[in-house]
């Protein structure tokens, strides 16, 4: 699975849009990109994942570019409960591939009042 | 409907003690997969079940760590003769099939401190 790059840690100001980015730039073609996040202290909750077209549910939008290389994982009106660790994976299939996650360090965003 | 649980959600161990983390996956569940998050790291991938079934234990870090699923359904991650380095949480997840694609779904943890 390819690896990920994301900032340590990014700010954001409730009821404005947070714009989280990913670095992807060894991404295979049928490799998916996923955002879960991780609230302290609870498990990891899955966000929303995609192959190359943009996709948005009730969470979240993402962004991923022409060339698959970088993505965006946009929440349109933060609040002071999507304070997180968020995490970017790039998961694809592999004959030793058991569907299991590979995270990083992720990004951690604070949202402030 | 009822989501992933852990039990217990705290455990503090003696060094050289024995313990057993309890996971009950979503019900139905196919796929079962245990994780290890250290303080302050993204989680580590310790072993996969399908079914009853363990397909991948390639991330359980020692031979001190055991893991059983054998209905198919709870599962239990045993760590022998614990050691200070085993101090992290130690996550379960589940997903509907046994799919490379299917979507996780976490419980809260289990926070292992030894002592």
């Known amino acids: 699975d390819a690896k990920t790059t994301q900032p340590p840690s990014m700010d954001c100001a409730e009821g404005r849009a947070a714009n989280l980015p990913c670095n992807h730039s060894t991404i295979s073609g049928n490799e998916y990109v996923y955002w879960y996040r991780q609230i302290h202290s609870q498990g990891p909750q899955y966000i929303i994942h995609?192959?190359?077209n943009n996709e948005t549910n009730e969470m979240a939008s993402l962004i991923i570019t022409e060339d698959r290389k970088s993505s965006t994982l946009i929440l349109p009106h933060a609040t002071l409960r999507d304070t997180a660790v968020y995490y970017c994976?790039?998961?694809?299939?592999?004959?030793?591939?058991?569907?299991?996650?590979?995270f990083g360090q992720g990004t951690t965003l604070q949202v402030k009042p | 409907g009822a989501g992933v649980s852990q039990s217990p959600r705290y455990k503090v161990a003696k060094r050289g003690q024995d313990v057993a983390l309890r996971c009950d996956p979503i019900?139905?569940?196919?796929?079962l997969f245990w994780y290890q998050q250290a303080l302050g790291q993204g989680p580590e991938f310790l072993t996969y079940?399908?079914?009853?079934?363990?397909?991948?234990k390639s991330g359980l870090p020692s031979d001190r760590f055991f893991a059983e699923r054998p209905e198919g359904s709870v599962s239990t991650l045993k760590i022998q003769r614990t050691q200070q380095e085993d101090s992290a949480v130690y996550l379960c997840a589940s997903s509907s099939t046994g799919l490379w694609v299917e979507t996780q779904y976490f419980g809260p943890g289990t926070r292992l401190l030894v002592l």
């Open positions: 019900s139905g569940h196919v796929s």
């Open positions: 079940f399908q079914n009853e079934a363990q397909l991948d």
């Open positions: 994976i790039v998961r694809g299939y592999g004959s030793s591939n058991t569907g299991k996650l590979i």
């Open positions: 995609g192959l190359k």
